[in-house]
């Protein structure tokens, strides 16, 4: 895994009131007091937001937001900017999940667009991207990887890029139970440095940080942290729930 710092982060989705989040965030401070070898984020949605924010001060437990608009303010109904996320208290914003991709319309330029004004706010951008069923049964894989990385990474400077952190969800292990094999993440993982490698070169591909997501839990991470590409991971259903986020971020213990 080089010496990049894992990041273990949870995408809470659309689940948790706030009253739902701030017992599973108090809950998970508990178990993981003196985890300082991680960088671990949590991504409650909008609602939830401050109430966490709140309660994490101090501790080992960083927040994201889950999506935003990279305008700073104006007449955009419904939407949250970056400024706002700051002052929520988020260092971190996923961006381009494959969920905000199928459902609501978001595409490579869309994506590219709100990793810039992340970096502009200083923001981490958790950047997702990942193949569909039919394009792996198509063997698309990596075309489509390598379009989503040189898409959203466009016009995007080398010490910008340092800074982001890429999760890899392959779609059809989201939430279905299928991880990807330990091989098969290395294999995607590893095709995506080579494609931020040929854009930026060796130096800056090796200490960009990449995140598998997709089914993982506390009884598969452990195969897939030792895969040397793979720098930590992004959680859905398994960060619901303190102590099965908790057996993920302290992967190195259990
Ligand atoms: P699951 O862990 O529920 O498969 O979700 C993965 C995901 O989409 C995280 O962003």
Redesign the pocket.
Known sequence: MADRRPVI???W?MYKTSEEALALIDELKGLITGVDDVDTVV?PPFTALTVVADRIKGSNIQLAAQNFYWESEGAYTGEISPTMLLSAGCTYV?IG???RRQYFGETNATVNRKIKAALAYKLVPIF?IGESLEEREAEKTFSVLDKQVSEGLENIAADDVEKIVI?Y?PVW?????K?ASDEQAQEAHHFIRKCVSDLYGKDIANVVRILY?????SNNIAGLMVQPDIDG???????LTASSFAGIVKFKIS
């Open positions: 982060a949870g995408n989705k991504a996923i999940h494959s969920e997702c999760a969800e292990a989201i939430g279905t139970g991880t997501g997709g089914s993982v839990k991971a992004l959680v859905g259903g398994a960060s």
